[in-house]
């Protein structure tokens, strides 16, 4: 499982995408945008208020991404100035079975209820670790797996704004050796 820190990184890459922070009245869209990059793991409160565990956890499933971002986009009243495009609702929605499955360390329903869950067989995100505050590991994880996300958030979020193809390639070349090295860090964890 990733964690709800890059989860929660991914919706607002979303809302990055399509609205500015800049834009006072939109701000309050980056709420339905974390929403729903966060959501699929409120099945958690099942488990933990009535210890029903549900298997698969259909949450994590496309078509939960899909129905998800539908209800969000049509149950928001918003004004003018913030837009929430189904399109990036949806990428918000996707974002979470997405990063779940490139942790590699449990399978994922992606595509039920047509098929059986699907795995990777190597990790490129670390898994997110026992939620303690003293957990050595925990914080490790969670440096490492923000070094993996942000840089390609901000990819994202500088080419949906028509960024220079010049001013994005020096950003990737200057930005890549860290990138580099955070991703062979958590390659090397999954060993």
Do not use: K, Q
């Not at 994880?141 to 220079?164: K, Y």
């Amino acid at each position: 499982m990733s964690s709800i820190a890059g989860h929660a990184a991914a919706g607002i890459t979303a809302y990055l995408c399509c609205n500015r922070w800049a834009c006072a009245p939109s701000r309050w869209a980056v709420v339905p945008f974390a929403f729903l990059a966060v959501c699929p793991d409120l099945d958690y409160l099942a488990v933990w208020l009535l210890g029903y565990a549900a298997s698969p956890r259909i949450t994590h499933s496309l078509l939960f991404a899909l129905v998800a971002s539908l209800l969000v986009h049509r149950l928001t009243r918003r004004p003018a100035s913030a837009r929430l495009p189904t399109a990036w609702l949806l990428a918000a929605s996707l974002s979470h079975p997405l990063m779940d499955l490139l942790v590699g360390a449990h399978p994922v329903p992606l595509l039920w209820p047509i098929a059986a869950e699907i795995a990777v067989p190597v990790g490129l995100l670390p898994s997110a670790g026992a939620l303690s505050a003293g957990n050595y590991y925990l914080w490790r994880n969670l440096i490492i797996e923000l070094g993996v996300l942000l840089p390609p958030f901000a990819l994202a979020v500088a080419a949906s704004r028509h960024a220079t193809p010049r001013r994005v390639l020096a950003w990737a070349v200057g930005i890549a050796p860290v990138w580099a090295a955070f991703l062979i860090g958590s390659l090397a964890l999954a060993r």
